[in-house]
């Protein structure tokens, strides 16, 4: 199965070499912040309530 890499929506670069300040694009808390599909970094909540999937 494949794995997907997401990429910064900023740096574009993956999760683990970007060097953006991270917040939630939504409510901009940085509780437990990830990069999802889209680019952007959701909290767990947010992630949650719009069904975001963070990187494995
Ligand atoms: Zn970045
Ligand atoms: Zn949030």
Do not use: I, K, S
């Not at 060097?19 to 437990?32: H, I, P, Q, S, V």
């Amino acid at each position: 199965m494949q794995t997907l890499r997401f990429h910064c929506h900023q740096c574009e670069r993956e999760e683990e070499h970007c060097e953006c300040e991270r917040y939630c694009a939504l409510c901009f808390g940085a509780d437990n912040v990830r990069l999802c599909e889209d680019g952007m970094y959701y909290c767990l909540n947010c992630r949650e309530a719009c069904d975001y999937a963070a990187q494995e």
